[in-house]
């Protein structure tokens, strides 16, 4: 991810990471990765696939699933808190956001900046004409995004292509690549 010009082995935060295929490439890389996912039925099938066994403590509401270079926080990532999550370089957004109601991305975007101190964003999104498909993934436009991020978040557009084979196969989208840059505290929104 070299927009977010990041430091070699920096900790990149995945919200509702599901058992993605990105936190094993992320740890090939040489970064250190955490997560939160509601289920822990994907977190563990996650460890499975990494061939990992963690170490599991209850924080707070959640539970922590760590191993070397990996924290995965099991429940409601809107228990989190930035002291539970510790530093991190950069959040990846992939089928996160969009996976959410319009109500929840409103409240998700400011606490996820929070959450990371203000840190980096790579965004994936989905824009289209939701009339004839619903979600998700739900379609969040750019002007959504400016919407929703805290006042002074650096939004810049990395790439607009077609997404391949559309909305659940019918409906035809574009997929928008953003770097969304927050303010150094995360304070604002
Ligand atoms: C569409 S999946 C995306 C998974 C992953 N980002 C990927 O790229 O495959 C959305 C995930 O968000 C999780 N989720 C939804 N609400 C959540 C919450 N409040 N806290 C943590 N995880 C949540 C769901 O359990 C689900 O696994």
Redo the contacts with the bound molecule.
């Keep these: 991810m070299p927009a977010l010009g990041l430091a070699p082995g920096a900790r990149i935060f ?1 919200p ?3 058992k ?1 295929g ?1 936190i094993p490439w992320l740890l090939s890389q040489g970064h250190a990765v955490a997560g ?4 822990e039925i ?1 977190v563990k099938a996650l460890f499975d696939d990494l061939g990992i066994t963690p170490i599991v403590q209850k924080t707070g509401d959640l539970n922590r699933y760590s191993a070397d270079g990996i924290d995965i926080f099991a429940g ?3 228990a989190m808190t930035p002291a539970m999550l510790g530093s991190v370089g950069a959040v990846y957004d ?3 956001l969009v ?1 959410l109601p319009a109500d929840v991305r409103a409240r998700y975007a400011p606490f996820l900046v929070r959450l990371t101190g203000g840190a980096p964003h790579l965004l994936i999104a989905f824009d289209y004409d939701a009339s004839t498909v619903s979600g ?1 993934p739900f379609p969040v436009p750019e002007a959504e995004i400016r919407g929703i991020y805290p006042p002074g978040t650096g939004i810049t557009q990395l790439a607009d292509t077609p997404a391949t084979g559309g909305i659940k196969g019918v409906q035809p989208a574009r997929e928008q690549v953003w770097l969304l840059a927050p303010q150094a505290n995360g304070s604002a929104g």
Excluded: Q, V, Y
Aim: proline residues 5%; charged residues 20%; negative net charge.
């Design positions: 995945l509702l990471c599901g993605t990105d939160a996912e509601l289920s994907a409601d990532m809107f992939r089928a996160s996976a998700p």
